[in-house]
């Protein structure tokens, strides 16, 4: 059974899921509203820029780091490859291994995107001291440790 939590840690609770959604939903609007300039969907923003920095990865890979199921970035990936931003190429090592990287438009895209959702949010956390930042990211580990202990526990709850 769960412990009741104390009156006042529950409405601090409560305002950190609040600045979780409003740091969720700006990043979001953001990138939607910055994508769009350019032609893209927020996801191919992110894709586009990540490959930039990172240049080619593994699609693997590249789910990983944003987040998505292989599934949803072959869709990224295939509409951005139509679009002439994207290529895909076949790893000499192991052939089942597909890399993506930037094309010549693509890297001409990304260089005219200057900003990025990501950087405003970094340009924000400047603010924090440097023992604040490292507390901050200690404990935004744990949350993000504890959300997937959940997330798997509801997810075989479910598959029962």
């Known amino acids: 059974m769960k412990t009741p939590l104390p009156t006042d840690l529950k409405g601090d609770l ?5 600045a979780f959604l409003y740091l969720y939903t700006e990043s979001r609007r953001l990138t939607k509203e910055i994508a769009a300039r350019h032609g893209l969907t927020g996801p191919q923003l992110t894709v ?4 930039e920095a990172l240049g080619e990865l593994p699609l693997s890979r590249l789910s990983e780091k944003i ?3 292989n599934s949803t970035v072959t869709g990224i990936v295939d509409r951005m490859e139509r679009e002439g931003l994207v290529t895909r190429a076949r790893s000499a090592a192991d052939r089942r291994v597909v890399h993506i ?3 010549e438009k693509g ?3 990304a260089r005219e995107v200057q900003v ?3 950087d405003i949010f970094r ?3 400047e603010a924090l001291t440097a023992e604040e930042a490292r507390t901050l990211l200690r404990t935004l580990r744990k ?3 504890r959300v997937e202990m959940l997330v798997e526990a509801a997810t075989e709850a479910e598959a029962k």
């Open 67 to 69: 987040r998505a199921q």
């Open 123 to 125: 340009e924000a956390l």
């Open 48 to 51: 586009v820029k990540m490959l």
């Open 14 to 18: 409560d305002a950190i899921v609040e």
């Open 107 to 109: 890297a001409a895209l």
């Open 143 to 145: 949350v993000a440790r």
């Open 116 to 118: 990025e959702p990501m």
């Open 101 to 103: 990287r930037l094309t």
